[in-house]
């Protein structure tokens, strides 16, 4: 993940034209505090319905996009996007970095891990280029094909990576918010696409 912004720029060239590249997306619509509020109810809902494997991640992700949006819970808002992240960050690192040996880390297994994860980020980056020209071509323009690139699970480099391809050809264009939509797009899919191995595999 950390290598995205080295991954994604020589391909998301090589399938765009500049002028594609220099497309200016319109301002977002405004959206009201109700579509706000519903989105991560209604996500929840309808995924877990579909996949309960993958209750306990969506749901985390959407309980703390709810806690935001409905400002009726500031003190948890600010402490599970503060202290309690950064408590779990150090937990997390401590623990896994306490727990993997050099024998275990340093073999072909996760050469492998890493090189599947290389592609996947490779092919998730063309196949969303891909579908940012197709988009681009039926909005007749509107839609600049690199926000497309986003669409993979690293938020929000994914995003930043962007808009700074985009910026690169045109400094006034703005892709970042655009590009936004595609990357937590990505993040919910991710999700369900594990629940879904989960579920082929029987892994509980």
């Known amino acids: 993940m950390s290598l995205v912004p080295i991954i994604q720029p020589p391909i998301m060239k090589l399938f765009t034209t500049k002028k594609e590249r220099q497309i200016k997306m319109g301002l977002l619509r405004p959206v009201s505090k109700l579509e706000k509020i519903l989105f ?15 209750a306990p991640l969506v749901g985390m992700l959407m309980l703390g996009n709810l806690f935001k949006e409905s400002g009726v819970v500031r003190q948890l808002t600010d402490t599970a996007s503060n202290a309690m992240m950064y408590i779990v960050v150090i937990l997390l690192g401590t623990s896994v970095g306490a727990t993997t040996s050099a024998e275990a880390f340093l ?3 996760t050469l492998k891990i890493v090189v599947l994860g290389l592609i996947a980020f490779m092919f998730g980056t063309f196949a969303g ?7 681009c071509k039926v909005s007749h323009g509107k839609v600049n094909p690199l926000i497309g690139s986003a669409g993979v699970s690293a938020v929000p480099m994914a995003a930043r990576v962007s808009q700074k391809v985009g910026a690169e050809e045109d ?17 919910i899919g991710t999700a369900v696409a594990a ?10």
């Open 40 to 54: 991560p109810i209604i996500v929840t809902i309808v995924v877990c319905l579909i996949l309960p494997t993958t």
């Open 171 to 187: 400094p006034t264009n703005f892709l970042l918010m655009h590009a936004m939509g595609p990357n937590v797009a990505g993040v």
């Open 107 to 109: 073999n072909l297994s």
């Open 129 to 135: 280029v891909i579908f940012g020209k197709l988009m």
């Open 195 to 204: 629940g879904s191995f989960m579920a082929i595999f029987g892994v509980f």
